[in-house]
């Protein structure tokens, strides 16, 4: 069963900086496009940060120069390194990933972000 795993949310003052992981299991790691959606209430899901098989990132431009999407396939997990936090990036953040092999998309559980100011 696939499975993705998020960790590393949590409380933090505007400013402050947060580093949050995914690990996947249940499928082969290198294949997929993985990143992170976020959702805040009232506001539509967006994607913020994705890093596909090759290595090449895309970020929202909201989050562009405070946030930093890199992958390590040989612990089959995703890492986002956000930074200079800002109260509007407070939302759920979803890891999320697609199979450049079946093009099914996978989704984690979530975890909360919250910056206060």
């Known amino acids: 069963q696939v499975q993705l795993v998020e960790s590393g949310g949590g409380a933090v003052q505007a400013g402050g900086s947060l580093r949050l992981s995914c690990a996947a299991s249940g499928i082969t790691f290198k294949t997929l496009t993985i990143g992170w959606h976020r959702q805040a209430p009232g506001k539509q899901r967006e994607l913020v940060a994705e890093i596909n098989t090759g290595g090449s990132t895309n970020y929202a431009d909201s989050v562009k120069g405070r946030f930093t999407i890199s992958r390590d396939n040989a612990k089959n997990t995703v890492y986002l390194q956000m930074d200079s936090l800002k109260p509007e990036d407070t939302a759920v953040y979803y890891c999320?990933?697609?199979?450049?092999?079946?093009?099914?998309?996978?989704w984690g559980q979530g975890t909360q972000v919250t910056v206060s100011s």
């Open positions: 999320t990933a697609v199979s450049e092999r079946t093009w099914l998309d996978y």
